[in-house]
């Protein structure tokens, strides 16, 4: 009898290591924010400045984020495509009016991973 319960105690508690450790590693929201009903939270605002400095690197452009305007999410495989209409400003420019952007960016968040797919101005 005493086996068996040593066994079942190891079992659970090997169990609820792996559980811990599956949500400490998997930092993402069940609904995939922690904020959905925010504009501007925390995670957009990390996905926004993620797209930017993509866009820089293609473009050779010196865009600084200013804010999200809009956003909406969608899941995709095992990740999600992030859509952000973001307001951007070209630092190259000394009178940089405020530009529009569309930008998508496909994110697996418990992978660490994100892509930008594609952006264009809208202004």
């Given at each position: 009898?005493?086996?068996?319960?040593?066994?079942?105690?190891?079992?659970?508690?090997?169990?609820?290591?792996?559980?811990?450790?599956?949500?400490?590693?998997?930092?993402?929201?069940?609904?995939?924010?922690?904020?959905?009903?925010?504009?501007?939270?925390?995670?957009?605002?990390?996905?926004?400045?993620?797209?930017?400095?993509?866009?820089?690197?293609?473009?050779?452009?010196?865009?600084?984020?200013?804010?999200?305007?809009?956003?909406r999410h969608r899941k995709h495989?095992?990740?999600?495509?992030?859509?952000?209409?973001?307001?951007?400003?070209?630092?190259?420019?000394?009178?940089?009016?405020?530009?529009?952007?569309?930008?998508?960016?496909?994110?697996?968040?418990?992978?660490?991973?994100?892509?930008?797919?594609f952006f264009y101005q809208i202004?």
């Amino acid at each position: 009898m005493r086996p068996n319960c040593l066994f079942l105690a190891l079992f659970l508690f090997a169990f609820l290591l792996a559980v811990g450790a599956v949500s400490i590693h998997h930092s993402c929201h069940p609904s995939g924010d922690p904020q959905p009903d925010k504009i501007n939270n925390p995670v957009m605002k990390d996905i926004a400045e993620f797209a930017i400095s993509e866009i820089n690197k293609q473009s050779q452009k010196k865009l600084v984020f200013q804010k999200v305007v809009s956003r909406r999410h969608r899941k995709h495989l095992e990740g999600r495509i992030c859509r952000l209409f973001i307001e951007v400003r070209d630092e190259s420019l000394p009178t940089s009016p405020i530009m529009n952007y569309k930008v998508y960016v496909y994110e697996i968040c418990w992978k660490n991973f994100r892509k930008l797919k594609f952006f264009y101005q809208i202004n």
